[in-house]
């Protein structure tokens, strides 16, 4: 089936500074990775959508500036949350869809990464 | 917008009974509806799917059924066991071309031994 691997697991930051996050599709190419937020006890909420070769698609109030989104190839995407600050310590979650152009096979997530922003 | 809504947020049975959560969504375009189980400090890991062209879908104690015409669909978990405490969320894609998936809100399930 379907593998997502998300790294690193958790990450520990100082106030201002920046911290990359990576997603990989390790048995399939994924034309478009998500990235969702999710805060303790809450729902994961779309962040934006990343399509390979081209800029990020971000949701409704999510700063793009913040939350810089790479898809540079068809197997990694990479989230970069600048001067990070403690309101942005969260878990961030990374999902890539399987298929073809005309078949939906799924969205797989990666294992998460717990950020925390001191 | 678009949205997904997910009950009960909490949900107790005992071992061995069933269990059930419903959702509802409001892209009449949806045509993709997967559950996952999320267990504490890890993502979600799918459990079963459903596509709008069946209206159920069954997989040893785990089955799904969807309702296109009240845009609902439900989750039953037969036999409950221990190992099936978890949040579950329902989730939907949006857009005939499935672009996306949202999430429900999600549901506590705790099984009493």
């Known amino acids: 089936g379907a593998v997502v691997s998300q790294h690193p697991s958790w990450v520990i930051c100082k106030s201002g500074t920046s911290v990359k996050i990576e997603c990989r599709s390790l048995?399939?190419?994924?034309?478009?990775m998500f990235w969702y937020r999710q805060f303790p006890k809450q729902s994961l909420m779309l962040m934006a959508t990343s399509n390979e070769g081209s800029k990020a698609t971000y949701e409704q109030g999510v700063e793009k500036d913040k939350f810089l989104i790479n898809h540079a190839s068809l197997t990694l995407s990479t989230l970069t949350v600048t001067s990070a600050h403690p309101e942005d310590s969260s878990f961030y979650i990374c999902?890539?869809?399987?298929?073809?152009?005309?078949?939906?096979?799924?969205?797989?997530f990666g294992s998460g990464t717990r950020l925390t922003v001191v | 917008g678009e949205n997904v809504e997910q009950h009960p947020s909490t949900l107790s049975v005992q071992e061995g009974d069933s269990a059930v959560i419903k959702c509802t969504y409001s892209d009449s375009a949806s045509n993709y509806f997967p559950w996952y189980k999320q267990e504490l400090g890890k993502g979600p890991q799918l459990i079963i799917d459903i596509r709008s062209n069946v209206g159920e879908k069954k997989d040893q104690r785990i089955a799904v059924t969807l309702n296109k015409t009240a845009k609902h669909f439900s989750l039953h978990i037969t036999e409950t066991q221990p190992e099936d405490s978890a949040v579950y969320f329902c989730?939907?894609?949006?857009?005939?071309?499935?672009?996306?998936?949202?999430f429900g809100s999600g549901t506590r399930l705790s099984i009493r031994p």
């Open positions: 048995d399939f190419q994924a034309t478009t």
């Open positions: 999902s890539a869809k399987s298929g073809t152009a005309t078949m939906l096979y799924g969205y797989t």
């Open positions: 989730a939907a894609s949006i857009g005939s071309s499935a672009s996306k998936i949202i």
